[in-house]
């Protein structure tokens, strides 16, 4: 059975977060979790959260000029930063989100109102950006907060200098959560495997196909983690208001581990669709799925869902990028453990549940 963290209430009167990236996966999770607990909460975004809780905050995280106008005024005592804008290299991938970071906490600094600012990353850290991933030497397995980084430009290290080098300057705590495959809600988002795989699914089930596992024979047998949207929230939440987390990094996982060859099945069982394991040799989504426009504007018809833009659904590269890794993945999260944070969540139950959600919705058949 799947636990999760309880979300604890503000840490003082007054406790404002500013949530930065609301319309994502971890952002509407994390709205929901801070709200529960009673936050005064604000969510950032470009255009608003249909159904959201918090005050929307309009800005382009990518103007400088929009976000001192967006945020002149506004006082946060906590910042959770979880947005990114990803960009067709690597060095545009540095230039870009370092400055999104920079300028965001630039436009707050006036204020002098921040008392902590938890930044979201992620694997790549140690696993190397998506021009160099998985390649050369990696660390090995489980990855530990404390390992080196890798001798490459990475742009999750350019938003932390960034993150660190406010902090010098204005006087706040910080923390970086390193989460691995996020499962969560959101629909246009550009890494989101929960939904891809739910329409991969209905896709096959339309057009009479078989659920073939797209990824490597490393990643079918070898154990792996992921993390469920809800558990880096509750996650993020207990760094910024316990005393000894901060201005620590850690990974953040949901505690058990599995293999593909195990998960497979039951997530075919749960989309009604037949699996196909690994046989030869990977059999990526982006060539399976290169003609599933029409069936799914049949699958949208036939069954009244509300998202006709497959391309909002799924994001064919990085479930491909994930599931066609060659080697093993897993993430230590000891430093968490000894600190305090119990919250446990079984990786089936957050899939089984992001599909009801999706179902209920009308998203998925």
Avoid at 58 to 74: C, K, M, N, V, Y
Avoid at 130 to 140: I, L, N, V
Avoid at 294 to 303: L, S
Wanted: glycine residues 8%.
């Amino acid at each position: 059975m799947s636990t999760l963290q309880t979300t604890p209430t503000p840490p003082f009167l007054g406790a404002h977060a500013l949530v930065v990236g609301a319309s994502g996966i971890t952002g509407s999770a994390l709205v929901e979790k801070l709200t529960a607990g009673g936050w005064e909460v604000s969510g950032l975004s470009r255009n608003p959260v249909e159904g959201s809780s918090a005050r929307h905050v309009r800005a382009d995280l990518r103007s400088a000029d929009s976000l001192a106008e967006a945020l002149g005024e506004l006082r946060p005592t906590h910042v959770f930063f979880c947005a990114w804008s990803k960009q067709d290299t690597e060095a545009e991938n540095i230039v870009v989100n370092r400055a999104m970071v920079a300028d965001l906490l630039a436009a707050l600094a006036p204020g002098r109102s921040v008392r902590h600012v938890a930044l979201v990353t992620g694997l790549k850290h140690y696993l190397g950006p998506f021009e160099a991933y998985a390649q050369g030497e990696m660390p090995d397995t489980p990855f530990h907060e404390d390992a080196d980084r890798l001798p490459v430009e990475n742009f999750y290290y350019a938003q932390e200098d960034a993150l660190f080098e406010a902090a010098a300057e204005q006087g706040f705590t910080w923390s970086v959560h390193r989460s691995h495959t996020v499962i969560g809600h959101a629909v246009g988002n550009a890494m989101n495997m929960g939904s891809t795989l739910a329409a991969y699914a209905a896709i096959c089930r339309a057009d009479g196909r078989p659920f073939v596992f797209p990824g490597s024979e490393t990643q079918w047998n070898s154990l792996v983690d992921m993390t469920d949207a809800g558990q880096l929230a509750d996650h993020m939440i207990w760094a910024s208001t316990t005393e000894a987390a901060a201005d620590l990094a850690f990974n953040v996982v949901n505690g058990d581990v599995f293999r593909w060859r195990w998960m497979w099945p039951r997530l075919a069982a749960a989309l009604d669709v037949e699996p196909i394991g690994y046989s030869d040799a990977p059999r990526p989504l982006e060539e399976q799925m290169a003609d599933a426009e029409p069936v799914w504007a049949r699958v949208v018809a036939e069954h009244g869902l509300v998202e006709p833009d497959l391309a909002r659904v799924a994001s064919w590269w990085h479930t491909d990028s994930d599931l066609g890794r060659d080697i093993e993945v897993l993430a230590d999260m000891s430093r968490s453990r000894l600190l305090g944070f119990t919250g446990y969540v079984r990786t089936e139950d957050s899939f089984l549940r992001l599909f009801d959600r999706y179902r209920a919705e009308g998203l998925i058949p």
